[in-house]
């Protein structure tokens, strides 16, 4: 009861001794502060937009409008959709090249090696690989590769095949490239070689659960 006696007297005053005036003062002093700060912000911000439109302006004037980075136009209205020239950046334009050079090559090698890539096939089937053995692209000596197709991997110049068979008891697995100077044909021995259940076609882009299974599954070599 002393305790809480004590707290109220001070605490009157307290208060006694600050006047509202200067409470008022002290206010009104914060609230000039706040909007200094506020008006010196919208200012730097002002400024910021003007350099950036004078950096703009200038690039525009200096680069030609054919090496001019990709500009993103705002529309005026939803309705209006003006004609606009759309620029690429570099980044784009070289992706945009290297696919073009990708492409173009892939045609043109699908057109000189039409025993490799013109070879109707698919997951699941038996075929038949020839290729250079040793001594390089020129060499004549040759090998034949069989196995089941496992997976077909698209990628442009890097599309490849991956092969399962069994020699000597024990499953290989190969990994041929199709667009490597060094495979010269293929050759489709069994189509639907691996087969579901109760014989019907297997619908898979990839059989990699064979990896796991009988690798007798994918004998295609038959050994004397």
Same mark, same amino acid.
């Given at each position: 009861?002393?305790?809480?006696?004590?707290?109220?007297?001070?605490?009157?005053?307290?208060?006694?001794?600050?006047?509202?005036?200067?409470?008022?003062?002290?206010?009104?002093?914060?609230?000039?502060?706040?909007?200094?700060?506020?008006?010196?912000?919208?200012?730097?911000?002002?400024?910021?937009?003007?350099?950036?439109?004078?950096?703009?302006?200038?690039?525009?004037?200096?680069?030609?409008?054919?090496?001019?980075?990709?500009?993103?136009?705002?529309?005026?209205?939803?309705?209006?959709?003006?004609?606009?020239?759309?620029?690429?950046?570099?980044?784009?334009?070289? *992706?945009?090249?290297?696919? $073009?050079? #990708?492409?173009?090559?892939?045609?043109?090698?699908?057109?000189? /090696?039409? =025993?490799? @890539?013109?070879?109707?096939?698919?997951?699941?089937?038996?075929?038949?690989?020839?290729?250079?053995?040793?001594?390089?692209?020129?060499?004549?000596?040759?090998?034949?590769?069989?196995?089941?197709?496992?997976?077909?991997?698209?990628?442009?110049?890097?599309?490849?095949?991956?092969?399962?068979?069994?020699?000597?008891?024990?499953?290989?697995?190969?990994?041929?490239?199709?667009?490597?100077?060094?495979?010269? *044909?293929?050759?489709?021995? $069994?189509? #639907?070689?691996?087969?579901?259940?109760?014989?019907?076609?297997? /619908?898979? =882009?990839? @059989?990699?659960?064979?990896?796991?299974?009988?690798?007798?599954?994918?004998?295609?070599?038959?050994?004397?």
């Amino acid at each position: 009861m002393f305790r809480q006696l004590t707290f109220s007297i001070t605490s009157r005053l307290a208060l006694a001794q600050f006047p509202l005036s200067s409470y008022c003062s002290s206010l009104a002093a914060t609230e000039q502060k706040i909007a200094y700060f506020s008006s010196t912000t919208n200012r730097r911000e002002q400024q910021k937009n003007v350099f950036a439109e004078e950096d703009m302006s200038k690039r525009q004037a200096d680069i030609d409008p054919q090496d001019m980075p990709f500009l993103h136009f705002r529309r005026t209205s939803s309705q209006e959709q003006p004609n606009r020239q759309k620029f690429k950046i570099p980044r784009k334009r070289a *992706s945009k090249l290297f696919h $073009q050079i #990708n492409t173009e090559l892939v045609q043109d090698n699908v057109e000189q /090696k039409p =025993a490799v @890539l013109q070879v109707p096939f698919r997951v699941g089937d038996a075929i038949e690989v020839t290729q250079v053995a040793s001594g390089g692209v020129h060499s004549t000596e040759m090998e034949t590769v069989r196995g089941v197709v496992l997976g077909i991997r698209h990628r442009g110049l890097g599309s490849a095949i991956y092969i399962r068979d069994m020699l000597m008891g024990e499953p290989m697995e190969r990994h041929i490239p199709f667009h490597s100077p060094l495979v010269k *044909s293929i050759k489709v021995l $069994q189509t #639907n070689f691996v087969k579901g259940k109760e014989g019907k076609k297997i /619908k898979r =882009a990839k @059989l990699y659960y064979l990896r796991k299974r009988n690798p007798a599954l994918c004998r295609v070599t038959r050994e004397k």
